[in-house]
């Protein structure tokens, strides 16, 4: 038994991550032929929060490709600085009854995630909305390329 014991995350295998990876490539080739602005980004490093269509692939087993919208810088900032205050004072949003820059930060996010799906399963992707309850925002799940 060794020395140290981690509990580090798996990663897939070398030949399921580079299938991600073209999967990833041409979903932003999609996007980009729609005239979508389109970031690749790996989690956890690389300039995340550009504004436009966010592609990355989790590297873990079972993992997949997302795409997530990032708003522009001015509204992001509003969004998170609204969350943080109520954080740091305890308070609760009423969800019927958002402040501006959240509910319309919230809606824009909401509305560019259908707008993605309409364009992805167009160029053939095979798509799905990730439940917001589990994966905490409005991102969508590519499954799976085939040429139309």
Not at 95 to 124: C, E, K, Q, W, Y
Not at 128 to 136: I, R
Request: charged share 25%; proline share 7%; glycine share 10%.
């Amino acid at each position: 038994m060794a020395e140290h014991e981690f509990d580090l995350p798996l990663k897939s295998s070398p030949e399921i991550l580079a299938e991600r990876d073209k999967l990833a490539d041409e979903a932003c080739r999609a996007l980009t032929q729609a005239g979508i602005p389109v970031h690749r980004v790996e989690l956890g490093g690389g300039p995340e929060g550009r504004p436009g269509a966010e592609v990355h692939m989790e590297a873990t087993p079972g993992g997949r490709v997302v795409v997530d919208w990032n708003t522009g810088a001015e509204l992001t900032t509003a969004a998170v600085k609204l969350l943080e205050g109520a954080l740091l004072e305890g308070r609760r949003f009423d969800p019927a009854n958002h402040p501006f820059a959240l509910r319309h930060h919230s809606t824009v996010r909401v509305h560019m995630r259908d707008a993605l799906l309409g364009i992805l399963t167009s160029a053939g992707f095979d798509v799905e909305v990730a439940d917001e309850d589990d994966y905490g925002a409005p991102v969508l799940f590519v499954n799976s390329f085939r040429r139309p």
